[in-house]
């Protein structure tokens, strides 16, 4: 699942270090969206080196959140507190 399988991402030059970009885009995107529910500002993600999960934090409260595309049986691969909670910031940002 992690590793890139020669599609038309990857003839393109999309796929980096290996890992397949189509998953990482629609992961990218889920997570997006799960944080602007919550009133968060995502930062960019990093990449945790030699595994394949990337995390990021929102640069308004902190919290962190997670993807992975490889993960273990029972665990998800978008997961972290910043998909639980609304950010801190975002109520007083306004006023």
């Not at 270090?17 to 998953?23: I, L, P, S, T």
């Not at 993807?67 to 007083?92: F, N, Q, R, W």
Request: a negative charge; aromatic letters at 4%.
């Amino acid at each position: 699942m992690t590793t890139c399988r020669n599609c038309v991402a990857q003839l393109l030059g999309a796929c980096d270090g290996d890992y397949c970009h189509a998953e990482r885009v629609g992961l990218i995107e889920q997570v997006e969206r799960l944080a602007a529910d919550r009133g968060h500002t995502l930062s960019p993600f990093e990449k945790t080196k030699g595994h394949p999960l990337w995390t990021a934090h929102c640069e308004v409260c902190g919290l962190q959140v997670m993807y992975t595309l490889d993960p273990e049986p029972g665990v998800m691969a978008i997961h972290g507190d910043l998909i639980e909670s609304d950010c801190s910031g975002a109520l007083s940002g306004g006023l």
